[in-house]
T-cell receptor
Framework: GAVVSQHPSWVICKSGTSVKIECRSL??????MFWYRQFPKQSLMLMAT?????????EQGVEKDKFLINHASLTLSTLTVTSAHPEDSSFYIC???????????????FGPGTRLTVL | QQQVKQSPQSLIVQKGGISIINCAYE??????FPWYQQFPGKGPALLIA?????SEKKEGRFTISFNKSAKQFSLHIMDSQPGDSATYFC?????????FGTGTRLTIIP
């Protein structure tokens, strides 16, 4: 139980284009979703926190106009990387926290990640 | 204030041995301490978690030891197996935001 999916699992795009990554909680309602970025052999860095139906809260240093987050429902959040550049290439991971189903309310459940490569 | 320091950075343990990873924190407001396991190209998976009102929690081969006064906690993997080879992250949270340690790359050798 408590499964979080991400789509796509990997994406390659040209510099200047926008890329959308989806994060879904499959068997529980996610009142809060988180987006992380992870560089090779490094830890997870929180980018933003989103609650269903409200604007995302971005961490210091994260450009909100570049990384658009939408938490449209209790099971879906999207991250759009706008005008992507090679330095945006990274592993993007979402997590979800909520209640009901197979989830605990105090636990973040992580998706499998999306590898973004910007050429 | 929000840092979680993790050591060692990498660890090699013989099959059947005990793997020990340590973490230390500064923020005494942290009230939830999970450990995550991550395989290459995958997202982290929750392994085990503890709250500061207990000093130890065991689930199968995995044990968390928690020392509130020293602001330290550790993960012990008993009877380590090659399938345990992965990167392990400790984390701490107050409220909903997790602060991660820097990770430990664990390799179990035959």
């Amino acid at each position: 139980g408590a499964v979080v999916s991400q789509h796509p699992s990997w994406v390659i795009c040209k510099s200047g284009t926008s890329v959308k990554i989806e994060c879904r909680s499959l068997d529980f309602q996610a009142t809060t979703m988180f987006w992380y970025r992870q560089f090779p052999k490094q830890s997870l860095m929180l980018m933003a926190t989103s609650n269903e139906g409200s604007k995302a809260t971005y961490e210091q240093g994260v450009e909100k106009d570049k990384f658009l987050i939408n938490h449209a429902s209790l099971t879906l959040s999207t991250l759009t990387v706008t005008s992507a550049h090679p330095e945006d290439s990274s592993f993007y991971i979402c997590s979800a926290r909520g209640g009901g189903g197979a989830s605990r309310t105090d636990t973040q459940y992580f998706g499998p990640g999306t590898r973004l490569t910007v050429l | 204030q929000q840092q979680v320091k993790q050591s060692p950075q990498s660890l090699i343990v013989q099959k059947g041995g005990i793997s020990i990873i340590n973490c230390a924190y500064e923020n005494t407001a942290f009230d939830y301490f999970p450990w995550y396991q991550q395989f290459p190209g995958k997202g982290p998976a929750l392994l085990i978690a503890i709250r500061p009102d207990v000093s130890e929690k065991k689930e199968g081969r995995f044990t968390i030891s928690f020392n509130k006064s020293a602001k330290q906690f550790s993960l012990h993997i008993m009877d380590s197996q090659p399938g345990d080879s992965a990167t392990y992250f400790c984390a701490a949270s107050v409220g909903e935001k997790l602060t991660f340690g820097t990770g430990t790359r664990l390799t179990i050798i035959p």
